[in-house]
T-cell receptor
């Protein structure tokens, strides 16, 4: 069965510092991987996704994530965070298998950026 | 284009009461999902429907039933509500497994 583990429930960081939000998944078959973001009092929005090809994927607001098959990880990074990045971040995985379309989320990591 | 529409937005039930959460999407998506969001537990999949006419259990299906009425509509029913079902419920849809989910605005349910 597929599952997603986000290793940190909360990550406090100062503005302009780098940050890494960790995500590990378990699946016996190939996967699609996603990061979603939920800003306070808003719904979830797709931040970036890995489907195939280059293992490093980027979002338009400076986040990037790297797919590591051997470590079954898909960690999210940003070299310099802003106050506006304060939000909850969710890693999610879909197993690729004919007709199979279940999307499982991790428990979330709350990123708090302080001035 | 309304996207994913969920009703109601808020609901208070007494233990043992039943209710149905409605969800409709107008984007011709194949797959629809019901999640519940609880603090510290992220979004947990209750049921999903990969295509019209099919439904499958997710991570936490106990106490719930679903109906994929047609391609547009996917309802979630609580037959006998329990306080443990107090949560925020989200309906979502997408067209393919490699595409992003579109979410409804959520239903805040309290069971007393």
């Amino acid at each position: 069965a597929q599952s997603v583990t986000q290793l940190d429930s909360q990550v406090p960081v100062f503005e302009e510092a780098p940050v890494e939000l960790r995500c590990n998944y378990s699946s016996s078959v190939s996967v699609y991987l996603f990061w979603y973001v939920q800003y306070p009092n808003q719904g979830l929005q797709l931040l970036l996704k890995y489907l195939s090809g280059s293992t490093l994927v980027e979002s338009i607001n400076g986040f990037e994530a790297e797919f590591n098959k051997s470590q079954t990880s898909f960690h999210l990074r940003k070299p310099s965070v802003h106050i506006s990045d304060t939000a909850e971040y969710f890693c999610a995985v879909t197993t690729i298998s004919g007709g199979y379309n279940k999307l499982i989320f991790g428990a979330g990591t709350r990123l708090a950026v302080h001035p | 284009n309304a996207g994913v529409t969920q009703t109601p937005k808020f609901q208070v039930l007494k233990t043992g009461q039943s209710m149905t959460l409605q969800c409709a999407q107008d984007m011709n998506h194949n797959s629809m999902y019901w999640y519940r969001q609880d603090p510290g537990m992220g979004l947990r999949l209750i049921y999903y429907s990969a295509s019209e006419g099919t439904t499958d259990k997710g991570e936490v299906p106990n106490g719930y039933n679903v109906s994929r009425l047609n391609k547009r509509e996917f309802s979630l029913r609580l037959e006998s509500a329990a306080p443990s079902q107090t949560s925020v419920y989200f309906c979502a849809s997408r067209t393919e497994p490699n595409e992003k989910l579109f979410f409804g605005s959520g239903t805040q349910l309290s069971v007393l």
